[in-house]
């Protein structure tokens, strides 16, 4: 579980269209189905 923890963060910290933080990022993959989507695509 720990893994699937750090790709995920790797992935949002990866993510640099929005200039915002991490905590942020994780609440709007949360509220948005399509940032959740661009994200995961940069997998």
Avoid: P
């Amino acid at each position: 579980m720990a893994i699937l923890g750090h790709v995920s963060l790797n992935l949002l910290k990866s993510e640099t269209e929005h200039k915002v933080g991490i905590k942020i990022k994780r609440q709007m993959s949360g509220w948005c189905s399509d940032y959740l989507l661009k994200v995961l695509q940069l997998f």
